[in-house]
Protein backbone atom coordinates (compact mmCIF):
# COMPACT_ATOMS: atom_id res chain seq x y z
CA UNK A 1 0.00 0.00 0.00
CA UNK A 2 1.23 3.21 -1.12
CA UNK A 3 2.31 5.44 1.54
CA UNK A 4 3.31 8.91 2.87
CA UNK A 5 4.02 9.00 7.14
CA UNK A 6 5.69 12.07 8.38
CA UNK A 7 7.03 13.35 11.51
CA UNK A 8 6.89 14.72 13.88
CA UNK A 9 2.75 15.09 14.21
CA UNK A 10 3.32 18.55 16.06
CA UNK A 11 6.29 20.30 16.96
CA UNK A 12 7.18 23.75 18.99
CA UNK A 13 9.77 26.11 18.64
CA UNK A 14 11.18 29.13 19.61
CA UNK A 15 11.32 32.15 17.37
CA UNK A 16 14.97 32.08 15.37
CA UNK A 17 15.70 28.29 16.02
CA UNK A 18 16.37 25.94 12.81
CA UNK A 19 13.83 23.12 13.27
CA UNK A 20 13.54 19.66 10.52
CA UNK A 21 10.66 17.61 9.60
CA UNK A 22 10.85 14.41 8.31
CA UNK A 23 9.05 12.58 5.57
CA UNK A 24 8.91 8.74 4.71
CA UNK A 25 7.03 7.23 1.76
CA UNK A 26 6.24 3.97 -0.02
CA UNK A 27 5.08 5.11 -3.10
CA UNK A 28 6.14 3.18 -5.89
CA UNK A 29 6.74 4.06 -8.85
CA UNK A 30 8.07 7.52 -7.47
CA UNK A 31 7.89 10.60 -10.17
CA UNK A 32 8.36 13.64 -7.34
CA UNK A 33 7.51 14.82 -4.22
CA UNK A 34 6.47 18.40 -2.79
CA UNK A 35 6.16 20.19 0.29
CA UNK A 36 3.77 22.48 0.65
CA UNK A 37 2.74 24.74 3.73
CA UNK A 38 -0.87 24.94 4.92
CA UNK A 39 -1.80 28.48 7.14
CA UNK A 40 -4.56 27.49 9.31
CA UNK A 41 -7.97 28.10 7.36
CA UNK A 42 -6.04 28.45 3.68
CA UNK A 43 -5.12 25.63 0.91
CA UNK A 44 -1.63 24.47 0.77
CA UNK A 45 0.93 26.40 -1.44
CA UNK A 46 3.99 24.59 -2.72
CA UNK A 47 7.11 25.01 -1.15
CA UNK A 48 9.32 22.67 -3.41
CA UNK A 49 9.13 20.22 -5.42
CA UNK A 50 12.46 17.54 -6.05
CA UNK A 51 11.88 14.70 -8.54
CA UNK A 52 13.93 11.00 -8.39
CA UNK A 53 17.54 13.49 -9.23
CA UNK A 54 17.65 15.54 -7.00
CA UNK A 55 18.85 15.20 -3.33
CA UNK A 56 18.33 19.26 -2.23
CA UNK A 57 15.92 21.89 -3.07
CA UNK A 58 15.96 25.71 -1.41
CA UNK A 59 13.54 28.33 -1.39
CA UNK A 60 14.20 31.12 1.33
CA UNK A 61 14.72 29.59 4.51
CA UNK A 62 13.29 26.13 3.83
CA UNK A 63 15.36 23.39 2.41
CA UNK A 64 14.05 20.03 1.05
CA UNK A 65 16.32 16.82 0.84
CA UNK A 66 15.42 13.69 -1.09
CA UNK A 67 17.07 9.92 -0.63
CA UNK A 68 15.04 8.24 -3.29
CA UNK A 69 17.08 5.31 -1.96
CA UNK A 70 15.67 5.67 1.36
CA UNK A 71 12.37 6.98 0.21
CA UNK A 72 12.95 10.02 2.74
CA UNK A 73 12.49 13.31 2.69
CA UNK A 74 13.25 16.33 4.90
CA UNK A 75 12.22 19.96 5.40
CA UNK A 76 14.72 21.96 7.16
CA UNK A 77 13.35 25.32 8.21
CA UNK A 78 16.03 28.01 9.20
CA UNK A 79 16.01 30.84 11.82
CA UNK A 80 12.41 30.41 12.22
CA UNK A 81 9.31 33.09 12.36
CA UNK A 82 6.04 33.28 13.90
CA UNK A 83 4.81 33.27 10.67
CA UNK A 84 6.20 29.61 9.92
CA UNK A 85 3.25 28.66 11.76
CA UNK A 86 1.40 26.57 9.85
CA UNK A 87 1.06 22.59 9.02
CA UNK A 88 3.81 21.12 6.74
CA UNK A 89 2.14 18.49 4.18
CA UNK A 90 4.37 16.12 2.04
CA UNK A 91 2.98 15.08 -0.78
CA UNK A 92 4.35 11.90 -3.10
CA UNK A 93 3.05 11.73 -6.81
CA UNK A 94 3.61 8.20 -8.80
CA UNK A 95 3.79 9.72 -12.55
CA UNK A 96 5.16 13.06 -13.53
CA UNK A 97 1.99 14.18 -15.17
CA UNK A 98 -1.71 14.46 -14.75
CA UNK A 99 -2.09 11.08 -14.74
CA UNK A 100 0.09 11.06 -11.61
CA UNK A 101 -1.68 10.52 -8.68
CA UNK A 102 -0.67 12.50 -5.35
CA UNK A 103 -0.47 10.20 -2.32
CA UNK A 104 -0.72 12.85 1.05
CA UNK A 105 0.65 12.87 4.23
CA UNK A 106 -1.05 13.97 7.61
CA UNK A 107 1.14 17.30 8.06
CA UNK A 108 3.44 18.28 10.98
CA UNK A 109 2.00 20.74 12.61
CA UNK A 110 4.50 23.68 13.71
CA UNK A 111 4.15 26.13 16.10
CA UNK A 112 6.93 28.94 16.59
CA UNK A 113 6.68 30.95 19.64
CA UNK A 114 7.69 34.07 20.65
CA UNK B 1 -0.67 33.36 -4.97
CA UNK B 2 -2.30 31.72 -6.80
CA UNK B 3 -5.67 33.34 -8.68
CA UNK B 4 -8.34 30.09 -7.56
CA UNK B 5 -11.21 31.28 -5.67
CA UNK B 6 -13.61 29.52 -3.17
CA UNK B 7 -16.91 30.48 -1.86
CA UNK B 8 -18.36 30.44 0.60
CA UNK B 9 -15.21 30.39 3.18
CA UNK B 10 -17.39 29.10 6.13
CA UNK B 11 -21.17 27.46 6.23
CA UNK B 12 -23.06 26.49 8.64
CA UNK B 13 -26.68 24.87 7.26
CA UNK B 14 -28.86 22.14 9.01
CA UNK B 15 -29.52 18.60 8.07
CA UNK B 16 -31.29 17.53 4.58
CA UNK B 17 -30.10 20.99 2.98
CA UNK B 18 -28.81 21.10 -0.22
CA UNK B 19 -26.11 23.26 -0.69
CA UNK B 20 -23.51 24.08 -3.33
CA UNK B 21 -19.69 24.60 -2.60
CA UNK B 22 -18.50 27.61 -5.65
CA UNK B 23 -15.05 26.86 -7.02
CA UNK B 24 -13.63 29.18 -9.97
CA UNK B 25 -10.09 29.80 -11.10
CA UNK B 26 -9.03 32.69 -13.43
CA UNK B 27 -5.76 31.04 -14.75
CA UNK B 28 -6.92 28.75 -17.48
CA UNK B 29 -6.46 25.58 -15.91
CA UNK B 30 -7.86 22.57 -17.85
CA UNK B 31 -7.33 20.34 -14.60
CA UNK B 32 -9.55 21.21 -11.23
CA UNK B 33 -9.96 19.11 -8.07
CA UNK B 34 -12.16 18.47 -5.04
CA UNK B 35 -10.05 17.54 -1.97
CA UNK B 36 -12.13 16.58 1.65
CA UNK B 37 -9.83 17.56 4.30
CA UNK B 38 -10.54 16.46 8.11
CA UNK B 39 -8.72 17.87 11.13
CA UNK B 40 -5.30 16.92 11.37
CA UNK B 41 -5.80 14.48 8.62
CA UNK B 42 -4.65 13.97 4.97
CA UNK B 43 -6.04 15.48 1.83
CA UNK B 44 -8.53 13.12 -0.17
CA UNK B 45 -9.43 13.34 -3.96
CA UNK B 46 -13.01 13.10 -4.35
CA UNK B 47 -13.76 14.19 -7.37
CA UNK B 48 -11.38 15.74 -10.30
CA UNK B 49 -11.91 16.55 -13.96
CA UNK B 50 -9.71 17.43 -16.93
CA UNK B 51 -11.73 19.52 -19.20
CA UNK B 52 -15.09 21.07 -19.58
CA UNK B 53 -18.02 18.14 -19.40
CA UNK B 54 -15.56 15.84 -17.82
CA UNK B 55 -15.84 14.63 -14.17
CA UNK B 56 -14.49 11.98 -12.46
CA UNK B 57 -14.98 10.45 -9.31
CA UNK B 58 -11.88 10.21 -6.59
CA UNK B 59 -10.46 8.23 -4.38
CA UNK B 60 -12.93 8.93 -1.59
CA UNK B 61 -16.42 7.48 -2.22
CA UNK B 62 -18.47 10.95 -1.40
CA UNK B 63 -22.15 11.95 -1.93
CA UNK B 64 -21.40 14.98 -3.32
CA UNK B 65 -21.57 15.55 -7.30
CA UNK B 66 -19.67 18.18 -9.46
CA UNK B 67 -20.23 19.64 -13.23
CA UNK B 68 -17.79 21.71 -15.26
CA UNK B 69 -19.54 23.20 -17.64
CA UNK B 70 -16.63 26.33 -18.16
CA UNK B 71 -13.46 26.01 -17.62
CA UNK B 72 -13.00 28.12 -15.06
CA UNK B 73 -15.74 27.02 -12.50
CA UNK B 74 -16.11 23.69 -11.18
CA UNK B 75 -18.84 23.51 -8.57
CA UNK B 76 -19.84 20.80 -5.56
CA UNK B 77 -23.24 19.97 -4.77
CA UNK B 78 -24.20 18.35 -1.94
CA UNK B 79 -28.35 17.43 -2.51
CA UNK B 80 -28.67 16.31 0.82
CA UNK B 81 -26.61 17.10 3.33
CA UNK B 82 -25.71 15.14 6.82
CA UNK B 83 -23.75 16.04 10.18
CA UNK B 84 -21.14 13.27 8.23
CA UNK B 85 -20.41 15.97 5.53
CA UNK B 86 -19.16 18.17 8.08
CA UNK B 87 -15.67 18.46 7.13
CA UNK B 88 -13.06 20.72 4.98
CA UNK B 89 -13.56 21.18 1.14
CA UNK B 90 -10.42 22.46 -0.85
CA UNK B 91 -10.52 23.26 -4.62
CA UNK B 92 -7.58 23.03 -6.49
CA UNK B 93 -6.50 23.44 -10.38
CA UNK B 94 -3.19 22.48 -12.18
CA UNK B 95 -2.27 23.57 -15.95
CA UNK B 96 -0.55 21.84 -18.81
CA UNK B 97 2.85 23.03 -18.22
CA UNK B 98 5.28 20.83 -19.48
CA UNK B 99 7.67 18.89 -16.79
CA UNK B 100 6.69 18.02 -13.08
CA UNK B 101 6.45 22.10 -12.14
CA UNK B 102 3.48 22.05 -14.54
CA UNK B 103 1.59 19.58 -12.66
CA UNK B 104 1.59 21.72 -9.73
CA UNK B 105 -1.75 21.83 -7.81
CA UNK B 106 -2.72 25.04 -7.17
CA UNK B 107 -5.23 25.32 -3.80
CA UNK B 108 -8.07 27.71 -3.24
CA UNK B 109 -8.93 28.67 0.81
CA UNK B 110 -11.09 26.15 1.37
CA UNK B 111 -14.84 25.82 2.44
CA UNK B 112 -15.67 24.67 6.25
CA UNK B 113 -18.49 23.31 6.14
CA UNK B 114 -20.70 22.08 9.40
CA UNK B 115 -23.71 20.18 9.62
CA UNK B 116 -26.31 20.15 12.29
Known amino acids: KNQVEQSPQSLIILEGKNCTLQ??????????LRWYKQDTGRGPVSLTIMTFSENTKSNGRYTATLDADTKQSSLHITASQLSDSASYICVVSDRGSTLGRLYFGRGTQLTVWP | EADIYQTPRYLVIGTGKKITLECSQTMGHDKMYWYQQDPGMELHLIHY???????EKGDLSSESTVSRIRTEHFPLTLESARPSHTSQYLC???????????????FGPGTRLTVL
Open chain 1, 23 to 32: CNYTVSPFSN
Open chain 2, 92 to 106: ASSGDGTGVMGYTQY
Open chain 2, 49 to 55: SYGVNST
